[in-house]
């Protein structure tokens, strides 16, 4: 599958939002999808407003206040950021 092939007009992201450790983007086909804050090292340090300041692209989400994002592929895919290593205590 190419990239292509996956970032179709349903896979767009409508809706994306931070709680509990996660992160979750609604499709606009209507799924929703989430995956571990601890996935992104770089969301590391910020307050529930950084965490929720978050931009629409049509293949992913991007945090504003620190100029960085994911695509909703890498989230389906399960791929973790390079570095992101799981907290002690989480199962």
């Not at 994306?16 to 086909?29: F, I, K, M, R, S």
Request: proline residues 5%; negative net charge.
């Amino acid at each position: 599958m190419t990239s292509l092939e996956f970032e179709t007009e349903a896979m767009r992201p409508v809706k994306a939002w931070c709680t509990n450790g996660e992160v979750h983007v609604t499709l606009a086909d209507g799924r929703t999808i989430s995956a571990p804050l601890w996935w992104y090292p770089f969301l590391n340090g910020l307050d529930a407003d950084g965490l929720n300041d978050i931009e629409l692209m049509y293949e992913g989400i991007w945090w504003t206040r620190v100029d960085e994002g994911i695509s909703v592929k890498s989230m389906f895919l399960g791929q973790k950021m390079p570095g992101a290593k799981e907290p002690e205590g989480v199962a």
